[in-house]
């Protein structure tokens, strides 16, 4: 039987998905299922003064409609509503808790109808009147009352001093604007009331057991009487690492009419939760007469709301990633009338990294180097922050492997340069960089004497491949036929696990495995050791590898016990094993992915319509559990790092604090026609310090550096250095 591990093995959810069968949050038919439709605030910062449901009541199939005046109870310290994910700092968003009105489109009221049509339709009917404050919405305007947060690690030298002396100096200010995650699934939750306070929650998450200890605090539950589950996820992106707000209305709901409810939003109420914040980076680069750096200086400034300092680490890549004896970075946020920022698509190096790596292709223009040969001068075998060895670093294979792929050699250095008939041609590169993260997740594994496995575990899986890549691992650790591998995952019932998110689950959930299927083997081998004339005597546990459905020596594979005989011996009819992923902080090794994207654009002259035409995307991230699902997702967020360069923008109209474009319509998203060729490479790197698997993680490395290498390719076609986001026609023409 052949390894399944590092190849392309398709999704075992696959036809599932594919047929209709698999369900999620806003599919679970429940009998006597009510429905909910929320109102949300049209006015951006003030109080509401007086709600009128008179015209809604009215409405046949109206049950009830629900606000901050007459709710059910709910938890009203910060602490009721604690949540994982949640920012240090400020005090979390409460629904429907009081008469403030914090941001435009705050849900302020819940309609409850037996229907779902009915529902919205009396939803537009209930009339509220606000009082209105000033307010500000718009980044550029708040500059002035910023606040530093995130003091500098440890500054590096004197980074001023080195500008200052500088023989090639690049200092610009780059700007990302709010993007929305617009994830194909709506947020959606069914909440079933089981009667005697029970409850069992289907809800859009990224997380079961976030939205299990959430909803518990939020409504005074004990964690036995809330299950929630997440089986499938259409999509979320960072979405749904928080819990949303349709999980609180609608068990808000399912509580007060004492029967099941389900609250689905609508596509403009999706933007009243979580996105990318507009972020400001401004960073200055210095370099000696070799063209080597000398100086790094960076300072983000990104948006949050009044109620929360959201953060990410946009600053401190270009600390960590080139060799650089002078660096510090600052990172400052300022707050607006805005709902709180969330995690986006690789939170802070998406962002951080695109303005670093448009500033090294200026500095590149700056000292007449080619931009990958700057690269190179500056690659580091050291995080640069930390000064720690990586656990393992195969950048330098990524640039070797990617330039060949793409055919970089053949690039003309100057601008404008290369042409296909009316199209300017341009090629940009840049570096992507990405944490290895792990967390504690746990797995539960049955073996059954039938040859059969169930693995199960809290994790989840949004669209990664999370079900097929634990298939896998527990297939070739038991050495059974992945077909006969069972997967249950997101469900708060089963064993331990954090969201998904940071691109840490594959390589803490295979840990898991490991550590469980291990128990296993022990467990066959001193079963297997007393039977009589067992060909397994005096062997311990590592000696013995679980293979073709038997147990046996690892250096003489004929040495082996068929695990069904052994469980016959045992009178075993099911071995059962549940184990934690025990990783531990390695302060010794710095832990990261890396990439190397090659971008063509091809722009027609007369019109400034750009079109991306090839990219290749090379990664370094440990092993490849699934070579397909795996360049999956690298390809998609390739697809993601398009629509940062080229089509994403949340446009807010700051008369009004309202966006103007909160539809898949106007918001534009890379559809088919803009992607072309993409090749992505997994560059192999063997990591023996990472964890047992040598697993780094895919996912969002996949986008780190996309919207540079294409905005470089822009600069490279015309000449023109568009530093603002997204890059749009008008910006070319200016
Ligand atoms: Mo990811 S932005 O951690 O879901």
Redesign the pocket.
């Known amino acids: 039987m052949a390894s399944t591990i590092g190849t392309a093995t398709s999704r075992i959810d696959g036809r599932a998905k594919v047929t209709g069968l698999a369900k999620y949050a806003g599919d679970f038919n429940v009998p006597n299922l009510a429905f909910g439709a929320v109102v949300t605030s049209t006015m951006t910062k003030g109080r509401i003064v007086r709600i009128d449901a008179s015209r809604a009541l009215a409405v046949q199939g109206v049950l009830d409609v629900l606000t901050h005046d007459n709710r059910p109870k709910m938890g009203s310290a910060d602490k009721d509503y604690h949540d994982d994910v949640a920012p240090e700092g400020g005090s979390p968003f409460r629904p429907l808790y009081d008469d403030r009105v914090r941001f435009n489109g705050q849900p302020v009221a819940l309609v409850l109808a037996e229907d779902w049509e009915t529902a919205r339709f009396a939803a537009t009917l209930v009339g509220i009147q606000y009082e209105s404050e000033s307010f500000a919405t718009d980044l550029h305007a708040r500059l002035e009352q910023v606040r530093t947060i995130d003091k500098p690690e440890k500054p590096r030298g004197d980074a001023a001093k080195a500008l200052g002396r500088a023989a090639a100096r690049h200092e610009a200010e780059y700007f990302i604007p709010a993007e929305y995650h617009n994830p194909m699934e709506l947020f959606g939750a069914t909440v079933v009331f089981d009667g005697g306070g029970k409850l069992t929650i289907y809800d859009k998450t990224?997380g079961v057991q976030n939205v299990q200890r959430y909803v518990c605090g939020v409504f005074g539950l004990k964690p036995d009487d809330v299950r929630v589950m997440s089986p499938f996820v259409g999509g979320?992106?960072?979405s749904g690492?928080r819990p949303q707000y349709q999980v609180v209305l609608a068990t808000l709901g399912a509580l007060k009419l004492k029967r099941p409810v389900r609250l689905v939003l609508t596509r403009d109420q999706m933007y009243g939760l979580s996105y990318r914040p507009a972020t400001i980076e401004r960073i200055a680069l210095g370099a000696n007469a070799g063209g080597r750096l000398d100086a790094v200086s960076y300072q983000a400034i990104a948006m949050t709301s009044q109620y929360e300092d959201f953060s990410r680490n946009d600053a401190g890549w270009a600390e960590l990633l080139y060799t650089s004896a002078n660096a510090r970075y600052a990172h400052k946020l300022a707050r607006l009338d805005v709902a709180t920022p969330g995690?986006?698509?690789?939170?802070g190096a998406a962002t951080g990294v695109y303005a670093l790596e448009c500033a090294m292709d200026e500095l590149a223009v700056a000292l007449k180097l080619d931009p990958l040969e700057l690269r190179l001068r500056c690659y580091s075998d050291r995080d640069q922050a930390s000064g720690l060895p990586y656990s393992s670093k195969q950048l330098r294979e990524c640039y070797r492997q990617g330039a060949e792929a793409f055919g970089w050699a053949k690039r003309s250095p100057a601008p404008r340069a290369m042409r296909d008939g009316s199209e300017l041609v341009g090629w940009g590169m840049a570096t992507g960089v990405w944490e290895a993260l792990q967390m504690p997740f746990s797995t539960r594994i049955v073996l059954t004497a039938n040859g059969h496995a169930e693995v199960s575990s809290a994790a989840s899986d949004i669209g990664t491949g999370t079900y097929t890549i634990v298939a896998q691992v527990a297939a070739d650790m038991l050495g059974v036929p992945i077909d006969n591998v069972t997967v249950k995952l997101a469900d708060s019932s089963l064993p331990t696990a954090q969201v998904e998110?940071?691109s840490w689950t594959a390589a803490s959930v295979a840990h898991a495995i490991v550590n469980a299927a291990d128990d296993i083997r022990k467990e066959l081998l001193s079963v297997a050791q007393t039977m009589p004339g067992s060909p397994l005597k005096g062997l311990k546990p590592g000696e013995v590898v679980l293979a073709d459905g038997a147990i046996a020596a690892g250096h003489d594979k004929r040495r082996a016990v068929a695990v069904a005989e052994i469980m016959r011996h045992g009178k075993l009819e099911r071995i059962e094993k549940e184990r934690s992923s025990d990783f531990k902080d390695d302060d010794r090794h710095a832990r990261n992915t890396h990439s190397a994207i090659f971008a063509e654009v091809k722009i027609d002259e007369e019109l400034g319509v750009i079109r991306v035409t090839r990219m290749v995307n090379a990664v370094a991230a440990g092993r490849i559990i699934n070579t397909k699902t795996a360049a999956s997702q690298v390809s998609g967020s390739v697809v993601g790092g398009i629509g940062m360069a080229l089509h994403e923008e949340a446009l807010t109209d700051h008369a009004f604090g309202r966006i103007m474009n909160a539809n898949i319509a106007e918001y534009h998203v890379p559809v088919n026609a803009d992607v072309q060729d993409i090749n992505v490479i997994f560059v192999d790197e063997p990591d023996s310090v990472i964890n047992p698997m040598g697993i780094k993680g895919v996912g969002?490395i996949g986008i780190v550096g996309v919207a540079a290498a294409i905005a470089n390719a822009v600069y490279h076609a015309t000449g023109k250095r568009v530093r603002d986001l997204p890059i749009t026609l008008d910006k070319l023409d200016r």
């Open positions: 990224q979320a992106f960072g690492l995690d986006m698509r690789a939170p998110g940071g969002e």
